[in-house]
């Protein structure tokens, strides 16, 4: 009967109060009957769904509770299985009509000793029936926190008002319940920027394309003051909607709005909130109502900038009402961090050699965390800061980063960018985390990087994949042939790595890489007025957009040198020796010690090049490109037969083979690719 049915569900829920962590998943495996059957059988018998089911047997605990205990009412929403007790009050005075403290105060029973001792008594009794009730084996989940990864991804909220200069409010508002969703490390969240997403685009399509487990999605109404948002938790396994709950309030309670729900959807996916994450979740960042819109404003400004790059005028307008936002409230932390990325992405490559370069990142960041030393994306910002100029310092930066905000792609992925030439796991590893919480503009360059780190090691099949995806998703054929043609010049196919690069400059001419690829291959096919053609591209186009070409030059002057014309090609070679030598002044040792190495060699400074080729050997790791370019550098021809070189390049070889070797076996584990 689905009386006893129910009855049963009912003790294993109760076994399990306190357990904030025992949701649907849990029942459904201890019963062991499928969701779909749970389901349909409480939604028949009760009208609720499970998680529904579930809240009203915690909610009647707490009833009782109130009625017979002396504890708080933050005690009790712990002891029913709330982790937050402000998302308990809301749920009580939803069920009950009144919150749980006027509850207390007004059906208090003057007679609670004898109630309490009879459910004391009671209690071993109930423990003993669900025992006998469901096989032993049923329980083990009881002994074992469920680790079944909880994945879900904030959609940006449709804007149904008629005041669209309060548009913003919606897209921001997805923006901070992500960040405060992010910082629970037992969810992988899914950050979205608005505009990027299809909100036509069938359900179907999106959770494949998404591959989480719940979506969030919302609808913001907003007319004067005064605000409306429903919001809705969708379980992709089965299509239900697990929640929903409609938000009334004015705007000035828009802070408290999105930590409530937050928590509530953290609590409703079962995740575990440590008492730390939860503060950080309920935090304030400013008192200043008037602060906060101008930081909201600068939010969505910044957020357009983050579409479009070009965008300079959204850009100016971000900037502008970070300050405003710090005119009224000079503790406001969140708006020097907004000044701090302002500062970053108006930073350009050619100030890399400046002792001021990121100085301005690095103070504003630092004058965040004075206020509030919980903030991410400051902890971020810092390890940006350290890592253009290669120094460890950034790995400590970006762990703190994780540590308050757990799924932090900026933070992976300046890991993942760190570690590119050191460590080829840790990069791709770092890398991989990026992309399981970020769709944007970002995510197709991630996907790129990540290729970049197995092409780099001579895995051509696996970076050949992760292009074609690259390519599904944005559709970009530029980077598709600069890879291809990357690839192919790796592999020694040096007419086929021009063809390709031939396409990719046929798309843009102004592209610096397909120039590069082009006049290097040429060089190798021993071409030298092609390459000396795209050598002059690539000296017009850096000036043109002020790039500094700091691993260019020996091979322009390379170019000269064939061509007899000394006096250029002397100057370009001292130009790579400075470069190299402030490169690796910073830290920057990898490949410059191999460029000032390729560079003595072609000037005949045997002595200064073995030095250097030795150097490059005895790095933790050598990649496989770099045993490519001592196989087949020219300005290497010089010292390439002998028995010193031989037996460097040997060694490099060694080393190499094994950090791919690594870096395969890595990608089996991950289950990368399809065919592992």
Not at 504 to 520: E, K, V
Not at 575 to 591: F, H, T, V, Y
């Amino acid at each position: 009967m689905d009386h006893n049915f129910i009855q049963n569900l009912t003790l294993i829920v109760q076994e399990n109060l306190q357990n904030e962590d025992f949701g649907p998943e849990q029942l459904v495996e201890i019963i062991g009957k499928s969701h779909s059957t749970i389901h349909r059988r409480v939604k028949e018998y009760s009208g609720q769904s499970i998680s529904q089911f579930i809240r009203a047997i915690r909610l009647n605990a707490a009833k009782e509770l109130l009625l017979n205990e002396e504890d708080t009412i933050a005690e009790i929403s712990y002891k029913v299985g709330f982790g937050s007790p402000t998302y308990f009050n809301k749920c009580f005075h939803d069920e009950f009509g009144m919150p749980p403290g006027e509850f207390k105060k007004k059906f208090r029973s003057k007679k609670t000793g004898t109630r309490h001792h009879r459910l004391f008594y009671l209690l071993p009794v109930l423990l003993l029936l669900v025992f006998f009730l469901i096989p032993n084996h049923r329980f083990s989940l009881l002994a074992n926190k469920n680790n079944t990864e909880k994945t879900i991804a904030v959609l940006p909220f449709n804007y149904l008002g008629s005041e669209k200069e309060k548009q913003h409010f919606s897209n921001v508002m997805m923006l901070e319940i992500t960040s405060k969703l992010s910082m629970v490390e037992n969810l992988v969240v899914l950050s979205i920027p608005a505009i990027d997403t299809d909100k036509k685009e069938p359900n179907n399509q999106l959770v494949k394309k998404l591959g989480v487990n719940y979506l969030l999605k919302g609808n913001l109404h907003i007319a004067g003051n005064k605000m409306k948002l429903i919001v809705n938790l969708t379980n992709t396994k089965n299509g239900e909607i697990e929640w929903s709950e409609t938000f009334n309030s004015g705007l000035e309670n828009i802070l408290e709005i999105e930590s409530n729900i937050s928590q509530a959807i953290a609590q409703q996916v079962n995740a575990f909130i440590t008492p730390d994450e939860k503060a950080r979740m309920r935090k304030i960042p400013t008192l200043s109502s008037e602060a906060n819109d101008f930081y909201q404003s600068g939010r969505a400004a910044h957020m357009e900038y983050w579409q479009n790059n070009s965008d300079l005028v959204s850009l100016s307008k971000a900037e502008d009402y970070y300050q405003k936002a710090l005119n009224n409230d000079s503790t406001f932390a969140q708006a020097y961090v907004g000044l701090a990325q302002i500062a970053y992405d108006k930073t350009t490559w050619s100030d890399i050699f400046k002792n001021t370069y990121l100085d301005t990142v690095l103070s504003l960041a630092n004058r965040a965390l004075s206020f509030d030393n919980t903030l991410s994306d400051a902890y971020t910002l810092r390890g940006d800061y350290y890592r253009a100029r290669f120094s460890d310092k950034a790995i400590v930066q970006y762990q703190q980063a994780l540590h308050f905000n757990p799924n932090s792609w900026q933070a992976y992925y300046g890991l993942g960018n760190f570690y590119l030439l050191q460590n080829s796991i840790k990069s791709a590893q770092n890398i991989l985390e990026a992309t399981k919480r970020r769709r944007g503009p970002e995510y197709p360059i991630m996907l790129d990087n990540l290729a970049f780190i197995f092409i780099l090691n001579g895995l051509f099949d696996e970076g050949q994949e992760l292009i074609n995806r690259k390519l599904l998703w944005d559709n970009d054929s530029l980077y598709y042939y600069r890879r291809l043609a990357l690839i192919e010049e790796y592999k020694e196919h040096f007419e086929k790595a021009a063809g390709y690069a031939l396409k990719a400059r046929a798309i843009d001419s102004t592209n610096l890489n397909a120039n590069s690829l082009l006049a290097f291959n040429y060089v190798l096919l021993k071409e030298f007025k092609k390459a000396t053609y795209y050598n002059e591209r690539i000296v017009q186009i850096s000036n043109n957009i002020n790039f500094k070409l700091n691993n260019e030059h020996h091979r322009i002057g390379y170019v000269y040198l064939v061509n007899g014309d000394k006096q250029n090609a002397t100057k370009y070679f001292h130009r790579q020796i400075d470069a190299s030598q402030k490169l690796i002044a910073m830290g920057n040792a990898e490949e410059a010690l191999y460029d000032l190495a390729a560079t003595y060699a072609i000037l005949n400074e045997n002595d200064k090049a073995f030095e250097n080729l030795k150097k490059v050997q005895q790095q933790n790791t050598n990649l496989w490109f770099i045993y490519f370019y001592m196989k087949n550098d020219p300005l290497l021809n010089t010292i390439r037969n002998e028995p010193a070189f031989q037996e460097i390049l040997n060694r490099v070889k060694t080393k190499a083979e094994t950090e791919r070797n690594k870096l395969k076996n890595w990608a089996v584990q991950q289950k990368l690719f399809a065919r592992h």
